[in-house]
Structures are given as structure tokens and as C-alpha cells.
């Protein structure tokens, strides 16, 4: 067990009282739903550490780079893990010749893979970066592809390096190291994501992931679409394992949030029953690979977990008219209403909620009650709490080292806020305590969706509105800016737009909960066993079409 450390919502010192005493703050912004802060550049990190340690902001939640006709820009998106309506945006300005800015990776863990993307994209260089390199693309690229005056018609030459021991200098290892490469088509790594781990005997002394194998420029194509009907069909891509309305709502609600668009309650509660399916599409996906990495249990509990899948799939497609892609939401609401016969729709899905329990039951005795799934998975993959906050961790991952963090709650969007259910923590902080969180969550959400069922069900007839008045073409003032994220299957799933005044956005960062938790694993698998290794990796239930985008 791990000691989980809570300061609750006890009163911290206010953010303007804190930065009225630095000299690096230079000016102040006003983004949509949370006030910013410009910042030197040379100023980062102490600003940042001031921010953390004095004001609470304990989550760097996203950092989103971006240019501009005359300069270059970081913005390091704060908020609160036991508060996070209360947000802040530290708005780090550079020159466009000279882009040089301090890194925020000695105060927040999490900025190290985050100012690597940026540096890879954009070319913005940190000083002071603990690993200052690519992180998508290869080490010989040249250019960066998000900058304006890239040259997407030049040739590039990418040469094969031979790997290279990480601890190579370190003579405290000797000399029986080896260096294993795993992935990047592995069936445990769950697609296509390269690990290399540097092994001393059996016993796990470096562990490095390598991304950016299917690295699809979804953010680039988000940009070229219109905000009213081109965007919304993407969301669905970067989870392909079955959170893809969790991420529509993710679009919806921060393109909602910048052109002031009200949902209809009635569309409120379709969206909040269609996602709860739709994270159990994914969790189910996660508990059953997870068997077939950690005990080989693919005749029971992987055929089970797949047959589950299949019910609900039925259920969504009946809804949306899709099996997997689903393109449901829309700015203002949802593309329609329940299936004709409703009678017949809603008591498909009560069966289905009626036939769970004793499959979760089920489920517990192949797995949670397994002593070789035990043997395996107790007391392997540790992170600590605040090692899980210092890199971003969010989601089952976060909630499985006790942290008590979600957004349905802390931040309410949709019906959340009007039903009864509760947010699943467990304190085992290792690789058991996530496998529990998951499957608890199956329960937590299928009561849930009954809830909304029984809503639908008495919901008169002329209130059934689905789809607000939303203007043909939306144009967002320009300048307008805003993070908003919603409680994807894996995590915090946020989106970053900013408006230029068009039917486009100028930039539109995503950021997905898998980067963030996967960026914590060598954390947890240093000075673990190879064979843990596996457990710890399938623990974390990463889709790589969020982490490379």
C-alpha cells in the first residue's frame, strides 16, 4: 500500500497574490475560461515553482506551442488536482528569429515530453531540458513541420543509428547489461510503440519509449477543417479502442466553450448515456487484453470481455449508425434522437444492464480472485502519488495510486452533476490497484447509463430538443482562446483552440491522456523484473493514436 498524501480543498494563496512578487510576470491575458499570465523567458521555471509550491497548481494539464506572424509562444496549462475549475494559463512569449525559452521540466515532470514535441514541431529551443530532442520524428529531420514557412517538398534522409546502452557510463551496473528492444510491433505493447530497456540480469535499469510511429498529424487536420461539421469526425481516430464519443465530447465542449454555444438538457443526457457505453467499450478492451498479457487468458476472460464489447457495440450502433467511428455529437447537441422504437432501444439497453452484474461477477473470480494474476500483479508497477502528479497522470492510471481526480465530478460538464454515482480510487498504487479501478468503473458506469435510461425514458415529448440553434457557420471572435478537456476512458483528454476569426482554428492542440501516463513508465518499471515489465506496460492501457496524434 502506498501513503497517499491529500491537502483536500484547504485555501491556497491566490494566484495574483503570488505572481505580484516576481519579476518574470511581464503582463496578464484573458482566455475563456481561465485567466493567463505572460512570462519572461528566462523566467520559467521560477515562476512556475512559485505557482506549484505557493498557489497550488500542482497539474501542468497540457503545454501547447504556437506561432505567430511575430513571435512564438508556449503556454503551460495549470490547474488543480483536487481543484481543477480553479486554471491558469503561464503565457511564455519568444522572438520569431530566436526562439529560446526556459524549460518547465525541473518543476513539472510532464513538460519534458511536451517541450520535446514543441522543439520537434515548432523549433522551440529550452534551456535547461533534461533531454532536448526529437520526440516524433527522427533525429535527422529537417525543418519543423508546424512552423509556417516549412518546406514540405524537401527530401529527408533518415540513417539507421545503432543503439546506444543509456547507462553505458555507468560503471556501478558492470558490464552484464543488455539492451532489449521491444516493439514496435509487439502484441504487448498494444501498437506500435518501441521501448528499449536496458537490462542487468533480469532486473529492469532503464526504460526509454520511443514514439511517433504512426504520428498522423491530426491537430494540422483539425486546422485546415471547419469548426461547424469538418472537425468532429477526427475525434473518433485517436482512440480507435472504443473511446471515441468521450472524445467528440472532448471537441464538442471546448468549441462550445469558445463560440458560447448552449446544449439542450435533453442532448445533455443522450451524450452523458452514449459516452458511459462508450468508456465501457474501452475498459473492457483493457481488462480483457490485460488477461491475455499477464496470466495467457484468451479462451475465458479475452472471448468474454469481446463478446461484451459486441453488446454494447450493437447498442451504440443502433444509436449512432456506426459500429466503431461514430460521428454522433455535434456542436449544440447530438446528430439525433433514440432510435424508433424508443420503447424497444431503451429496454435492449436495460437488458444488457441487467445481464452485467453477474458477468462482472464473473470477471472478479477469472481475474481480480486469480493468485497468479495476483502473483503478478501486486506490489509490481509502484508509482507514487505524487510522482503520478509530477508527470500529468490522469484517468485509471492516477485514480489506481489513490489520487482522487476526475472531471465528471471536479469539473461537471453534461448530467454528471444531476445523478448519482461515485468516483473509483483504490491506494495499491501498483499495477492490481489498476485492473480494480477499471472494472469498478464498468459497475459505476453502467449505473450510469441506467440512470439516463430512466430519464429518457419519462422525458416529455415536446422538451426532446437534441440540437441547439447553432449558427450555419461558427466564427469565434478572433483572438479567443481556451482549454477544456472532459474525463476520457484513459484520462484528462483536453483541447486547446485558439481563433483567428475564420470557420477554422488557427491552432488546435490535443491534448491525449496516453502521452502523459506513458511518459511516467520508466518510473514504474525501473528496478522491476522483465517479466513485470509487461504487467506494468498493459496496465496503463495506452492507445497510441492519442500519444503520436
Not at 229 to 239: E, K, L, N
Not at 287 to 311: C, P, Q, S, W
Request: proline share 5%; net charge negative.
Amino acid at each position: 500500500m502506498c501513503a497517499v498524501q491529500r491537502t483536500g480543498r484547504e485555501r491556497r494563496a491566490d494566484w495574483e497574490t503570488v505572481v505580484e512578487d516576481l519579476d518574470g510576470v511581464i503582463d496578464r491575458e484573458t482566455h475563456e475560461n481561465a485567466p493567463g499570465v505572460v512570462v519572461r523567458a528566462d523566467a520559467v521555471a521560477a515562476v512556475l515553482e512559485a505557482l506549484r509550491d505557493s498557489a497550488g497548481f500542482d497539474h501542468c494539464a497540457c503545454v501547447t506551442g504556437q506561432e505567430y506572424d511575430d513571435r512564438f509562444e508556449t503556454i503551460y496549462h495549470l490547474r488543480r488536482y483536487d481543484e481543477p475549475t480553479r486554471e491558469l494559463s503561464v503565457v511564455v512569449p519568444t522572438s520569431a528569429e530566436n526562439p529560446v525559452s526556459q524549460s518547465g521540466a525541473s518543476v513539472y515532470e510532464t513538460a519534458d515530453w511536451h517541450e520535446r514535441e514543441i522543439y520537434d514541431l515548432l523549433g522551440i529551443e529550452y534551456e535547461g531540458h533534461p533531454d532536448l530532442r526529437r520526440i516524433l520524428l527522427p533525429e535527422t529531420w529537417q525543418g519543423h513541420p508546424l512552423r509556417e514557412g516549412y518546406d514540405q517538398t524537401q527530401s529527408q534522409v533518415v540513417t539507421h543509428r545503432e543503439n546506444v546502452n543509456p547507462i553505458a557510463d555507468d560503471h556501478q551496473q558492470g558490464p552484464d547489461t543488455m539492451l532489449l528492444n521491444i516493439g514496435p510491433h509487439h502484441p504487448a505493447t498494444h501498437g506500435v510503440l518501441h521501448v528499449q530497456l536496458t537490462l542487468d540480469g533480469e532486473t529492469v535499469v532503464d526504460a526509454e519509449p520511443d514514439i511517433g510511429y504512426i504520428h498522423r498529424c491530426e491537430e494540422q487536420m483539425c486546422q485546415q477543417g471547419t469548426y461547424r461539421h469538418q472537425i468532429m469526425p477526427y475525434p473518433d481516430r485517436w482512440d480507435w479502442g472504443g473511446g471515441g464519443l468521450l472524445n467528440e465530447w472532448a471537441y464538442a465542449r471546448t468549441a462550445e466553450d469558445l463560440a458560447d454555444i448552449e446544449v439542450p438538457e435533453y442532448a445533455q443526457v443522450l451524450r452523458t448515456m452514449s459516452a458511459e457505453l462508450s468508456r465501457m467499450l474501452s475498459h473492457f478492451l483493457a481488462v480483457g487484453a490485460y488477461a491475455l498479457d499477464v496470466i495467457g487468458d484468451f479462451t475465458a476472460t479475452f472471448m468474454y470481455a469481446i463478446e461484451d464489447r459486441e453488446r454494447i457495440q450493437s447498442l451504440l450502433e443502433d444509436l449512432t449508425g456506426q459500429r466503431l467511428m461514430f460521428n454522433y455529437f455535434r456542436l449544440g447537441g447530438v446528430a439525433w434522437d433514440l432510435p424508433q422504437p424508443r420503447d424497444a432501444f431503451l429496454e435492449s439497453v436495460r437488458e444488457f444492464l441487467a445481464y452485467l452484474p453477474d458477468r462482472l461477477a464473473e470477471y472478479h473470480d477469472l481475474l481480480s480472485a486469480n493468485e497468479i494474476l495476483q502473483l503478478r500483479t501486486l506490489d509490481t508497477g509502484h508509482l507514487d502519488p505524487n510522482v503520478a502528479k509530477s508527470y500529468g497522470v490522469t484517468g485509471p492510471v492516477a485514480r489506481g495510486s489513490g489520487i482522487d481526480y476526475d472531471l465528471r465530478r471536479d469539473d461537471p460538464y453534461g448530467y454528471y452533476d444531476e445523478l448519482d454515482w461515485s468516483v473509483v480510487t483504490e491506494d495499491g498504487c501498483d499495477n492490481y490497484a489498476r485492473l480494480l479501478v477499471r472494472m469498478r468503473e464498468l459497475e459505476e458506469s453502467a449505473s450510469i447509463v441506467a440512470q439516463c435510461v430512466d430519464l429518457l425514458e419519462d422525458w416529455p415529448a415536446e422538451d426532446r430538443t437534441i440540437q441547439s440553434n447553432v449558427p450555419r457557420t461558427v466564427r469565434p471572435e478572433p483572438d479567443a482562446e481556451t482549454y477544456r478537456a472532459v474525463e476520457a476512458a484513459k484520462g484528462e483528454l483536453g483541447i486547446y483552440i485558439r481563433s483567428d476569426g475564420t470557420d477554422s482554428p488557427a491552432r488546435f492542440k490535443i491534448r491525449g491522456p496516453s502521452f502523459s501516463n506513458l511518459q511516467a513508465l520508466p518510473e514504474m518499471a525501473t528496478g522491476e523484473y522483465i517479466a513485470d515489465f509487461i504487467a506494468t506496460l498493459g496496465s496503463l492501457d495506452t492507445i497510441m493514436g492519442e500519444v503520436d496524434r
